[in-house]
């Protein structure tokens, strides 16, 4: 993600440095739109694989626990409590509460604004906000062609270097539960 960002806050410098008419910003634009494509699409990707990720981990806990129970994710929040009571399994609490704030935080953004973007928001409009601290974030506001008693909305994604820390404190947490229980 460093690079694809670097990469974006160089051109974009490189842009702002040029007269609006100036040869050199026209010349740069089509550097400005890869380099902005570019990490749009690696922020993307994050949430595709953190995504995977939590699959895979729904999948370590069923296994190391011996059951088929949790399945996917989803079933980490819902069925881990009574499984873990069922088989007297402590410390679950802490994997229950990240799993679920996770499960949020990745799913919706996922599933409607990079996955299946077409067909759930297919005139939204996307773009990348720059915080004051220079981080990027994916954004989603506004409609193409708005209908009569549409409104638009705005939403960001999460800081990817937040939702990587997340996704990795979340692990541990699993890793750490999981432990107890390993001959």
């Known amino acids: 993600m460093d690079g694809a960002e670097a990469d974006y806050r160089q051109v974009s410098a490189l ?5 609006p008419d100036a040869p050199q910003r026209r010349a740069t634009a089509a550097e400005a739109t890869i380099a902005f494509t570019r990490l749009q ?9 953190a995504r995977i ?10 296994r190391s626990l011996g059951t088929d129970s949790i399945g996917t ?3 980490v929040a819902k069925n881990l409590p009574e499984l873990a009571q069922a088989r007297r399994v402590v410390g679950y609490q ?3 509460s990240k799993a679920g704030a996770l499960t949020e935080r990745v ?20 773009g990348l906000t720059t915080d004051t601290d220079g981080r990027h974030r994916l954004s989603v506001g506004g409609i193409i062609d708005p209908k009569e008693g549409e409104t638009a ?3 960001v994604s999460d800081h990817p270097e937040e939702l990587m820390v997340a996704l990795y404190e979340y692990l ?7 432990e107890q229980y390993q001959p």
Request: glycine fraction near 2%.
């Open 15 to 19: 842009m702002e440095s040029f007269e």
């Open 41 to 49: 699409y690696r922020i993307d990707t994050l949430y595709v694989f």
């Open 53 to 62: 990720l939590l699959d895979d981990i729904a999948v370590l806990l069923d």
């Open 73 to 75: 994710h989803k079933g």
């Open 94 to 96: 802490d994997v229950v």
């Open 107 to 126: 799913r919706d953004f996922r599933d409607d604004y990079v996955v299946h973007r077409n067909i759930n928001k297919p005139r939204a409009l996307r």
């Open 153 to 155: 909305e705005y939403i």
């Open 172 to 178: 541990e947490s699993v890793l750490d539960l999981i």
